[in-house]
């Protein structure tokens, strides 16, 4: 039966995390931005909502099950505040997910309590990696078996928090398929480089990180012997992606209606002239047709359904167009305000161009 | 709880519909295109005794089967009208416009008139013989700007009869509902050309009425099956009771405008899922010709590793779906009582877009054989032109999401 109506407790976490958007997140996300940081208050305040710790059952120290779908409305809502803020609060997901999805019985108890029942830490995944072509199902980043180990060769560069990480799962090619690989702080031949400086997204601290010969217990393969289905996985990072561009195009959308009411132009009001008033009408259009392929590609992940995987990939193909297409005109619409960064469209701009790229920075 | 389950009521009809879209209107789709303004009787008798023989309703005015005891079920019927509508234009789209029963004329006397009016006019459709209805609210001077309409109704006092003049075109389906079945349209006129909007109303105009003629069919580019025809109204006399909403004009009050208006948060989203049907016949068809070219869609792999062709054809499969979850969500809105004018009619826009998006491309993906008319691809092509037209045009819709958007009344944003 269609309804495209949250539950009343996705709704209560939605409010939480719109508050949140809106009175922590959006204030400081212009300084975070120019300092390249954010607090760790404020971190750790967006951590306390417990959107992360809401997916995880009670077994492994959260307080519920994971959901796609109410992972997407909170993305959706965060990112609508900053989309770096939203990657910087829910990192520690790109730990804990995986492993909730993929991994054996002994992982979840192993790993999930640690991250789950603490206040905010620095916990990662490395998927990315340096070539025009990068491509999650093809990996350079390979993992060789040799004896009880697994040995891993490769670089990989926007890995959040890399430099202080607890822990972080490592995407690699084994006999041709990608598998993740637990990989504790400290591990021998794990070499995280200098902080890789981006167009957008500045506030979220990312590295490159060196994997030389990097020997990792066969128990630390994500479903250990048996391995996993990396489609997963992907389906989830991807509609996360999908999910936080729709928040941010509505950020933009919005600022720039905003300021179409209030700009006066040849005696009139500029959203009053159709070229500026159809801009808004197709922007607001687009948003809602992609937020709607999120939630159904997101609804699909938790069913199970067979086209889980292409929806999500649908999504995730219109949002990336959708955020530019948005951003950009937001920028339009403000004209030479547009381009000062006293205003926030162009820093949504230099963000909505990320989210071709973002897979692997968060994950539902 | 968010959920993208069909419900089942809708998937099974869906099934009996597809068959009929497959077996009754695909085979003798190029014949109705070639020979213009022949009727597809036998699409037309089939569904007419396949809707009495289900006892369901291909209107739109669907009426909503009260459940007896048990419990209440979520209301789907429109939901369940548009998945109708999607299958039989995907069929093919000029004959879907040849179904029998009530379709914009009925909606029109569903959502403004009475209960005794709504007895009246919709029980034909339940008869015996199919029957069509049909609305003529543009003026050859009166398109997308329906206040500027100047067609007149009198109120004749000595027989308590209204007396219509004026000229519509355009009129959709006008042939049938007044010529070759004994149906209805329903006129868009003024009661008092001084008050503008406020005196606009709408009538309905039973076949055989007198001075009421049909006087042009149209020549188009598309949906060719479907008669698009000249009404002239030359003092033609119609009951009292055949006017929707009141007869009195209210100053500074454009409740019975505004109420018709109504009738476009479903009616606009219905059109739209003609839109999607095309294109969804339209996408089928070009994967299956590549696939036989040995032309595979990588779905899942990053875009800057596919070909040209690929691309293409994500994009239109991610249009798409999103413009057809845009149609649900209006649909689902007015199915329990919330439609929105900026839903409907942004998933208008976005279904006339996205349709004139698949369709042109897809003809030239295919090359020589899209631009063939060995195959239907040209013709749907043309077909989907109508979408972003009628039923509002895209430049409207957006005017009236932008207005919506922005919190505007018409006279801020013209």
């Known amino acids: 039966m269609y309804s495209f109506e949250p539950s009343e407790e996705q709704q209560m976490l939605v409010d939480v995390v719109t508050r949140y958007a809106t009175n922590d997140l959006r204030p400081v996300a212009r300084d975070a931005d120019e300092g390249e940081d954010f607090s760790e208050a404020v971190i750790e305040k967006g951590w306390e909502l417990g959107v992360l710790q809401a997916s995880i059952p009670e077994a492994y120290g959260g307080f519920g099950e994971r959901s796609a779908v109410t992972g997407v409305l909170a993305l959706e809502e965060m990112a609508w505040g900053d989309v770096a803020g939203t990657m910087a609060v829910m990192a520690p997901a790109l730990f804990a997910l995986p492993i909730l999805l993929a991994g054996s019985e002994d992982q979840k108890k192993t790993y999930l309590l640690p991250v789950i029942e603490a206040e905010w830490q620095p916990y990662t995944a490395a998927l990315i990696e340096y070539f025009y072509d990068f491509d999650p199902n093809d990996l350079r980043t390979v993992a060789s078996e040799d004896g009880d180990f697994y040995v891993i060769n490769g670089e ?3 890995v959040p928090f890399a430099k202080d990480a607890k ?13 993740g690989f637990i990989i504790p702080d400290g591990t021998e031949g794990v070499q995280v480089g200098e902080r890789h400086k981006l167009l957008g997204i500045h506030a979220l601290p990312n590295y490159p990180v060196k994997f030389e010969k990097v020997r990792v217990p066969k128990k630390n393969r994500l479903g250990e012997a048996a391995g996993h289905d990396f489609t997963h996985i992907l389906d989830a990072l991807r509609v996360a992606v999908a999910a936080m561009a729709v928040g941010l195009s509505k950020a933009a959308f919005e600022y720039s209606r905003d300021y179409a009411k209030e700009r006066e132009v040849f005696g009139v009001k500029v959203a009053q002239k159709q070229a500026i008033a159809f801009m808004l009408a197709e922007m607001a259009t687009e948003i809602e047709g992609i937020r709607l392929l999120a939630w159904e590609a997101a609804w699909m992940l938790d069913k199970g359904k067979e086209e889980a995987s292409k929806t999500a990939y649908l999504a995730l193909n219109g949002a990336m167009d959708m955020a530019m297409m948005v951003s950009d005109r937001a920028v339009q619409i403000l004209g030479g305000h547009g381009y000062i960064r006293e205003h926030p469209v162009e820093k949504w701009m230099r963000d909505g161009r990320g989210f071709a790229n973002f897979t692997g920075l968060a994950i539902v | 709880m968010i959920d993208f389950e069909i419900p089942k009521p809708i998937a099974q009809i869906s099934t009996l519909v597809q068959t ?7 085979p003798v789709a190029r014949h109705f295109d070639e020979y213009e303004h022949e009727i597809p009787w036998d699409y037309i008798e089939f569904m007419h005794n396949a809707t009495r023989a289900m006892g369901t309703s291909s209107s739109m005015a669907p009426e909503e089967k009260k459940e007896e005891g048990g419990e209440k079920r979520p209301p789907i019927a429109f939901q369940r009208l548009v998945t109708m509508v999607e299958i039989l234009s995907w069929g093919d789209a000029g004959i879907y416009l040849c179904t029998p029963g009530g379709m914009l004329g009925a909606a029109a006397v569903a959502a403004a008139g009475t209960p005794e009016q709504k007895q009246r006019f919709l029980n034909r459709f339940k008869g015996e013989k199919p029957v069509f209805d049909a609305m003529a609210m543009t003026e050859a001077g009166a398109g997308s700007d329906t206040s500027a309409i100047r067609a007149t109704a009198v109120l004749d006092k000595a027989t308590n009869e209204w007396v219509l003049n004026g000229e519509k075109i355009f009129v959709t389906a006008g042939h049938k509902a007044l010529i070759d079945t004994d149906g209805f349209i329903v006129v868009w006129a003024s009661i008092d ?11 309905v105009v039973e076949a055989g009425s007198p001075g009421c003629t ?7 580019l598309g949906i060719r099956a479907s008669d698009t025809v000249t009404i002239v109204l030359r003092d033609c006399r119609i009951p009292f009771g055949n006017i929707l909403g009141s007869p009195e004009v209210e100053r500074r009050d454009t409740k019975g405008f505004k109420g018709a208006m109504t009738t476009f948060n479903t009616t606009r989203p219905i059109v739209a899922a003609q839109a999607i049907g095309i294109a969804r016949a339209t ?12 032309v595979t869609i990588r779905y899942g792999v990053p875009r800057q590793k596919l070909t040209a062709v690929e691309k293409d054809i994500i994009d239109m499969e991610t249009m798409l779906r999103a413009s057809w979850l845009l149609i649900l969500e209006a649909v689902w809105m007015a199915d329990n009582r919330k439609g929105k004018p900026m839903v409907a009619s942004a998933s208008k826009l976005k279904a006339g877009d996205v349709v004139n998006k698949i369709t042109q491309k897809a003809v030239e993906i295919l090359g020589p054989l899209g631009y063939s008319r060995e195959f239907l691809l040209e013709k749907w092509f043309r077909d989907a032109k109508i979408v972003d037209i009628y039923e509002g045009t895209g430049q409207i819709n957006r005017l009236i999401v932008a207005r919506e958007i922005l919190g505007y009344s018409g006279s801020m944003l013209r």
């Open chain 2, 214 to 220: 049909v006087e042009k069919m149209e020549h188009k």
């Open chain 1, 167 to 179: 822990a972080m799962i490592v995407y690699a090619k084994l006999d041709g398929k990608t598998q």
């Open chain 2, 283 to 294: 996408l089928e068809f070009t994967k299956e010709k590549l696939a036989e070219a040995g």
């Open chain 1, 156 to 158: 990989k560069v926007n």
């Open chain 2, 193 to 203: 050309p001084s008050a503008g909007r406020e005196g606009m109303r709408s009538f």
């Open chain 2, 20 to 26: 009929v879209a497959e077996n009754m209107m695909r």
